[in-house]
Structures are given as C-alpha cells and as structure tokens.
C-alpha cells in the first residue's frame, strides 16, 4: 500500500528543519546566533504585549520560532531552472528580481518562496537564490575557463530529478518520496571542503571577484547562511558580542523605528575554512576560502511603489554621502546619518496608511460586528476605521532589498571593496535560464490588502442583517 500524499508545505517544513540541523552541525556559530534571537524574541513580546496581539491575530506567531532563509549562488541557467523545479517540489516560486551589479556584485537573483497567505503562515521558508553573471568576467580567457568549469558540474543527484518528474507527473509525492527528496536536495546544499580547480586557478577567480571563486571552485551550491528572524534586530547587533560573536559594522537597510518598515539584516562575519585544492601533479594542496557566515533579519511593513520610492531615494541619499568600508571606520557617521535622513519618512501606522505609502490587512473590530447596521455600512474604507469599525495591521514585507544583500556579501567575502560594473540588469536572461516569470511582490502585497478589504467588508454586511 502506498504511503500517504504530502503536501507541499509539509515538505517545506521537513526540509527547512534539515537545512537548519545541516547547518547547526555545520557552522556551530549559527546555532548559538538561533539561541540569541529565540531569548530576545522572547522578550521583546513579553514587554510589548500589542505586538504579541497582532502577530497573534495575523496567524504569525507560531510561524515566528520556524523562520528562516537561506542563500544559494548557482553558476548556469541550467542549474537556475533546474531549482526552480525543486523549490516547486516545496511549494516555493519565484518572486522579484533583483540585479545586485549595480551594487558591485556580479549576479542577478531572485527568491523562491511561498506566495500564499496560509503557506506562509505554515512555514514561511525562502531562499535567496544567485545566478553568477559571468559575462561580468572581464578577463576573456578567466571567463572561458570558468564556463567551461561549471559545464561539467552535476549538482543535483539523479535521483532529485526522478522525484522532481515524479512531482511534476502527479502533483505531489507520498511519505516515503517526501522523506527521500529531502534527504536527496539536502545533498546539493552541503558544504564540501575540496575543491575542484587548482589553487592557482581558484586564486584567479578570487582576485576577478571572491564571489566568483566562491561559485565556480566547488562541485555544488553550498548554503552560504540562513537567517532567523528577530523582532528586535539592534538588542542582537549588540548582544552578539557576548555571545563570542562579532556582529559586522552596520545594520543594513531602515534606521530603528517605532513602525518598523521593508527588511533590516545583519550577520557575523565569514568564516575561513581550510580547503584541499587540486594540485598540479594530481595530488592536493591545503588553501582557505571564506563564504558561510550567520545572518539575522528584522521584517516590517511592505511598502507600496510610493514609500518604496521614498525609501530608496532617502537610503541612496545617504549611501552617496557617507561610505563605509567592512571594517566600519565610519559606521557610527552612517547610522547617525541614516536615521537623521529618515525623519522624512512617517514613523507612525495611521500615517503610513493615510498616505498609502506601506500596505495593511484590514479585519473587521469586535465594536464594529456588534453595532454595525446596514445603514453605516455604507461609508468608505476610511470613514469605517475611523469610527472603529476596522483596523488595520502591517503586512509584513516577505522579500529582500538588492543594496542590502549585496552589502552583506561584500562585508562577509571580507572586503572593503566597492567593485563597480555598469547597470546591466538583463531580467529576460535571467527568466528565460529560469523556465518562468518572476512574481512582481507589490502586486502579491497589494493583492493581500485588497482581500481583507473585501472579506473584512463582508464580515461587516452579514453582521449588520438584511436589508430593511
């Protein structure tokens, strides 16, 4: 007899439980950055029992203690569609994109994650996912040489890509398929401590750029971090020192606000690892390379195209004015500077709302399903939360900024260098390797309001009875 059906999320959650155990084992610094956030989660809600409320209400407080995300960078558009396949297998899809060239990080990248509201609530599992741009490779023949290197790479068993077809075929997979397609994908994950170029030609690609040599010396796309998710981002910068682990310079992304907005991330630096290296005579030569490191994140409010407007034309205003390096020389004029520039930025939750500049779930108030009548349900949204007969919460932005994520792999390549390519992003390329268009997030985040308008409205009809 064949064993149960599984769905999706359920395979979501099998696998991001063994990619965080993976990397506990892995990187123990991660375990004790995971330890850290759980304690000031903890406490965080304990003082401020309205934020416990509204993640409460909104079906993500238990979500809050299993969320993570993970970074791959992949090295070929057939590895890219190929990934897409298997996120498919965990209920993932490709949502935004994003050209990190502009930031002097030669990828382009989206993230594949749940797009639904109760999946996201079941396990809100994303990843990160980079796709090396290697006609960024300015050295002609280092650009052939890499290619030719990633050609003749397989990182996905054989057997993940009979369950993939298995999935595609019928929709889902039983128990026993689940349980094997999770022990098999988290084979392409793992890290492995031999390369498979010479140290000379590692060298070469780290010098082109680390990243690089990150993607093309290795037989597979080993996780780089998962990020948990804190609710006080700025007690875990500081807290990491006591923890024995060194925070980089800066947060990245928004100052601390009372109404916090988009994604802030920070994260410990890299790890150096040793590494056998082929070696010219066909024997191995012992080198370092440094690539995974922990990562912790702070999610807001999803911005509508007016407050993603203004928050980029403020962070661009500062990240032009001031610079700081990986070492953090001038962190303290930056993040004195970042909050000062933000003050043009409404700090409250009527006033995001008033000015349509973040996006909220609206839900009908128990005062306005008890009084409700059809005669005043006739005034508009707003006149509605007015009278308090709706709220409104936060909708909670699920995606990555390109600035930050670039500015947290060039501090964890351990750098301070600002590498510049000219804009190149090239959206087409990266959706044609992929198999598939990419999901545009404001029209998921607008499509998530305009929902709980419409059943908060109709909560508010039935309550108040038929018509006279």
């Not at 500062?318 to 001038?330: E, K, L």
């Not at 349509?356 to 008890?370: H, V």
Request: glycine share 6%; charged share 25%; proline share 5%.
């Amino acid at each position: 007899m064949p064993s149960q059906k599984v769905h999706s999320d359920e395979i979501r959650s099998l696998f991001s439980i063994a990619m965080s155990n993976m990397y506990r084992a892995e990187v123990p610094q991660y375990g004790a950055l995971v330890d850290l956030v759980t304690e000031i989660n903890a406490a965080t809600l304990a003082k401020d029992p309205e934020l416990e409320q509204i993640l409460r209400r909104n079906g993500e407080l238990d979500r809050l203690s299993v969320e993570r995300h993970g970074a791959v960078r992949l090295g070929t558009p057939e590895e890219l569609f190929n990934i897409r396949r298997v996120f498919a297998v965990l209920g993932m899809h490709p949502v935004g994109y994003y050209d990190l060239s502009v930031a002097g990080v030669p990828v382009h990248s989206t993230a594949f994650r749940p797009v639904e509201n109760e999946a996201l609530r079941r396990n809100p599992f994303r990843v990160f996912t980079s796709l090396l741009r290697l006609e960024l490779i300015e050295d002609e023949a280092l650009r052939k040489e890499a290619a030719r290197i990633l050609s003749e790479r397989q990182i996905f068993s054989p057997r993940t890509l009979e369950l993939v077809e298995v999935f595609e075929a019928e929709g889902d997979l039983d128990q026993d398929q689940a349980e094997e397609f999770v022990r098999e994908v988290l084979e392409t994950f793992r890290w492995h401590s031999d390369a498979t170029v010479t140290l000379a030609t590692h060298l070469k690609l780290h010098y082109a750029h680390r990243l690089i040599a990150d993607v093309v010396s290795f037989r597979g796309p080993h996780i780089n971090h998962l990020t948990p998710r804190t609710l006080d981002i700025d007690a875990v910068q500081v807290g990491m020192p006591t923890w024995g682990i060194t925070p980089k310079a800066v947060i990245e992304g928004p100052p601390r606000r009372n109404c916090p907005i988009l994604l802030r991330q920070t994260s410990f630096k890299a790890l150096e690892e040793r590494i056998e290296f082929k070696a010219e005579d066909g024997g191995s030569v012992e080198g370092t390379h440094t690539a995974r490191f922990g990562e912790i994140e702070q999610r807001g409010v999803a911005l509508t195209p007016r407050g993603r407007a203004l928050y980029d034309e403020l962070l661009a205003s500062v990240r032009r004015d001031v610079q700081v390096g990986a070492t953090g020389s001038r962190a303290g004029d930056y993040e004195s500077e970042l909050a000062e520039r933000f003050k043009a930025f409404p700090d409250s939750w009527s006033d995001l709302r008033d000015q349509r500049l973040a996006y909220f779930r609206y839900s009908p108030t128990p005062e306005g399903l008890a009084t409700i009548t059809r005669e005043t349900i006739l005034p508009a949204l707003d006149e509605l939360v007015a009278r308090g007969y709706l709220r409104f919460d936060p909708i909670i932005y699920e995606d990555f900024l390109p600035v930050s994520a670039a500015g947290i792999f060039q501090s964890n390549l351990g750098t301070d260098e600002q590498q510049n390519y000219a804009e190149s992003s090239n959206r087409q390329a990266f959706e044609e390797g992929l198999g598939a268009k990419i999901a545009n997030e404001l029209d998921l985040y607008a499509k998530v309001q305009q929902d709980s308008i419409a059943d908060a409205l109709a909560q508010l009809r039935e309550a108040a009875g038929p018509t006279q």
